[in-house]
């Protein structure tokens, strides 16, 4: 069956950077649109960011990460990264993986994804 396995999660200052990833089994990754979401305490989850699945294809953001957090995939090892610099006490998370096949539009839209992963926590101290 399908699974997506996020790691990469932890405790980081304010200004500091981690690096998230999802592992993606069961499935043709190249055909897969992925996503990244995110959910804080007390919030409704909302998209971060989102691979499409077509080579050479784009990326997209949330404005509130734009600048500062970049998605990218490899999908040789069935991969996409989520890489956060600049990281500030707001992206206090838990964030989730999430993927699509060949989907071609609502990227930040959570219910257009089958496929979900358990989550990382992300925690930004002040």
């Known amino acids: 069956q399908v699974q997506l396995v996020e790691s990469g999660g932890g405790l980081v200052q304010a200004g500091g950077s981690l690096r998230l990833s999802c592992v993606a089994s069961?499935?043709?990754?190249?055909?897969?649109?992925m996503g990244w979401f995110r959910q804080a305490p007390g919030k409704e989850r909302e998209f971060v960011a989102a691979i499409t699945w077509r080579i050479g294809g784009g990326t997209h953001y949330a404005d509130s990460v734009k600048g500062r957090f970049t998605i990218s995939r490899d999908n040789a090892k069935n991969t996409v990264y989520l890489q956060m610099n600049s990281l500030k006490p707001e992206d206090t998370a838990v964030y989730y993986c999430?993927?699509?096949?060949?989907?071609?539009?609502?990227?930040?839209?959570?219910?257009?994804?089958?496929?979900w992963g358990q989550g990382t926590q992300v925690t930004v101290s002040s």
């Open positions: 999430a993927g699509e096949y060949r989907l071609g539009s609502g990227w930040d839209y959570e219910d257009n994804y089958d496929y």
């Open positions: 069961g499935l043709t990754f190249s055909s897969y649109f």
